[in-house]
């Protein structure tokens, strides 16, 4: 049986549900949300999803061959990062966030595994709004957890080069999503 409890942790409550609803309306409406591009097979498409990208001054990250530049970090976006920080036990210098704007937006199987992020740092994954479902691949098996309003989940060091991860679409009615995947970007 493939040890997905080695590489991830799950805590469904680390943010109570009235403070997670007003950090889920701060971001919603403070993020300068986009739609990049993403290359697939040669081909462009628009991500199914929003996204938005912080970090340290001076850090470049490329993924799905496009090239980001960050924004800088916001006050809620350093509490949320300090209270992420005080349970992975390590410092992060950046944050991808997504917003899931109804079931049909989605994130397609993929490992977080580009060169520029540090392999031995974790990844710890911030969700607010409504319950979506986080698909995992290991070894050919699967699992899922669903991942509530203010629960973290810490991808562990080394993850990203054993598994997959996905969020699927969903033809059930869902609300918006948003979710913050705080990251260690290597220096260039
Ligand atoms: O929305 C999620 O829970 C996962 C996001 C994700 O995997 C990513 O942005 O790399
Ligand atoms: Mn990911």
């Given at each position: 049986?493939?040890?997905?409890?080695?590489?991830?942790?799950?805590?469904?409550?680390?943010?109570?549900?009235?403070?997670?609803?007003?950090?889920?309306?701060?971001?919603?409406?403070?993020?300068?949300?986009?739609?990049?591009?993403?290359?697939?097979?040669?081909?462009?498409?628009?991500?199914?999803?929003l996204t938005a990208w912080y970090a340290d001054a001076?850090?470049?990250?490329?993924?799905?061959?496009?090239?980001?530049?960050?924004?800088?970090?916001?006050?809620?976006?350093?509490?949320?990062?300090?209270?992420?920080?005080?349970?992975?036990?390590?410092?992060?210098?950046?944050?991808?966030?997504?917003?899931?704007?109804?079931?049909?937006?989605?994130?397609?199987?993929?490992?977080?595994?580009?060169?520029?992020?540090?392999?031995?740092?974790?990844?710890?994954?911030?969700?607010?709004?409504?319950?979506?479902?986080?698909?995992?691949?290991?070894?050919?098996?699967?699992?899922?957890?669903?991942?509530?309003?203010?629960?973290?989940?810490?991808?562990?060091?080394?993850?990203?080069?054993?598994?997959?991860?996905?969020?699927?679409?969903?033809?059930?009615?869902?609300?918006?999503?948003?979710?913050?995947?705080f990251r260690v970007v290597h220096r260039q």
């Amino acid at each position: 049986m493939a040890d997905f409890s080695k590489w991830i942790h799950y805590q469904p409550q680390v943010w109570q549900p009235s403070e997670a609803d007003q950090l889920f309306a701060l971001l919603q409406d403070e993020t300068p949300w986009q739609q990049p591009d993403i290359k697939v097979f040669g081909k462009t498409y628009p991500v199914p999803r929003l996204t938005a990208w912080y970090a340290d001054a001076g850090l470049q990250y490329e993924y799905s061959g496009i090239a980001h530049q960050p924004l800088a970090w916001t006050p809620a976006l350093q509490a949320i990062k300090a209270r992420v920080e005080g349970q992975v036990g390590c410092g992060f210098n950046s944050v991808l966030l997504n917003l899931y704007r109804d079931g049909r937006d989605s994130n397609g199987w993929h490992a977080d595994n580009e060169p520029e992020l540090d392999s031995t740092c974790p990844i710890a994954s911030v969700s607010l709004g409504a319950t979506r479902r986080f698909r995992m691949r290991l070894a050919g098996e699967t699992e899922h957890v669903d991942l509530a309003h203010g629960s973290l989940l810490v991808m562990q060091a080394g993850a990203q080069q054993q598994m997959q991860h996905c969020v699927p679409k969903t033809a059930r009615p869902v609300g918006p999503r948003i979710n913050l995947t705080f990251r260690v970007v290597h220096r260039q």
